[in-house]
């Protein structure tokens, strides 16, 4: 690594320091989304035309640089043959800043699952006596129940997370518990949800049984079953209308034709 000069960040005044560094000797943090293949294959051709231009910003943790933004135009840069490329290094800290810093793609509901709960295993691991609800976690998690749903991911990869997403936002905030009680209850809460799609799964293939079938079938089923209709606010507990939820779609496997006397009295 060559260090090439220090200097002040112009809004906050802390150090920066621009590095060159071989790409052999840098990793990406591991709360980075999973890399796009074509987004590589776009900076792979902008390098070719006009070089390496943007450093990449990274951290240095226990004597290696470590990047916490940029992790395509390394992969870019690896595969132009590029081998030693411009990087700023800041305060550990922002780190935790990952998701603001990294705008390369609007993020799909799972990649912001996944970024949240890694963030979220980032500070239990350095200080699991953290309040869930503490401003650093606010300031680093965007919503709760995003941790929610990245365990639940992580349990089952084909979940229909975004099914679910308004019924979350509404029951499933921060907790004012620290976060090694916290993650307990966010593993019981992924859990529940991993068990409702199961029974959701079961709903949509009886009302598919009756020839109704559409792209948006499975979130129709949902919101058909949903207890709490489009209230912004509610007092139910999360446990509460989960239990409420799947009790309705256990009624509408049973009963699939409820699902078409519904649409029946819309149009009506």
Do not use: W
């Not at 953290?130 to 919503?143: K, N």
């Not at 004012?176 to 916290?182: E, G, I, R, W, Y």
């Not at 509610?234 to 699902?259: A, C, D, G, H, Y």
Request: charge should be positive; proline fraction near 4%.
């Amino acid at each position: 690594m060559k260090e090439v000069g220090v200097f002040r960040e112009p809004l906050y005044g802390y150090e920066q320091r621009l590095v060159i560094v071989p790409v052999d000797q840098l990793t990406v943090i591991k709360i980075q989304r999973k890399p796009s293949p074509y987004h590589i294959r776009r900076l792979v051709t902008s390098i070719r035309r006009v070089g390496f231009v943007t450093p990449l910003t990274a951290i240095k943790r226990n004597g290696k640089i470590i990047v916490i933004d940029g992790q395509h135009r390394l992969l870019a840069a690896k595969e132009a043959g590029v081998r030693e490329v411009p990087c700023i290094i800041i305060p550990e800290v922002y780190a935790h800043n990952l998701m603001e810093l990294n705008v390369e793609k609007q993020m799909s509901l799972r990649e912001k699952a996944y970024v949240a709960l890694n963030v979220y295993r980032t500070y239990l691991n350095e200080d699991s006596s953290i309040m869930e609800d503490d401003t650093r976690i606010l300031d680093s998690i965007d919503y709760a129940y995003y941790v929610t749903l990245g365990i639940a991911y992580e349990v089952a990869e084909r979940l229909f997370g975004s099914a679910y997403e308004s019924l979350l936002k509404r029951v499933d905030g921060f907790l004012s518990m620290p976060l090694n009680k916290a993650i307990k209850v966010r593993e019981k809460r992924a859990k529940i949800v991993v068990n409702i799609d199961e029974v959701a799964k079961k709903a949509v293939e009886k009302v598919k049984e009756l020839g109704i079938t559409h792209p948006f079938l499975y979130r129709e089923v949902v919101s058909f079953c949903n207890p709490i209709g489009r209230k912004r606010k509610v007092s139910i507990s999360f446990e509460e209308l989960f239990s409420q939820l799947k009790e309705r779609l256990e009624e509408l496997i049973e009963n699939p034709e409820k699902i078409r006397e519904h649409k029946f009295s819309e149009i009506s």
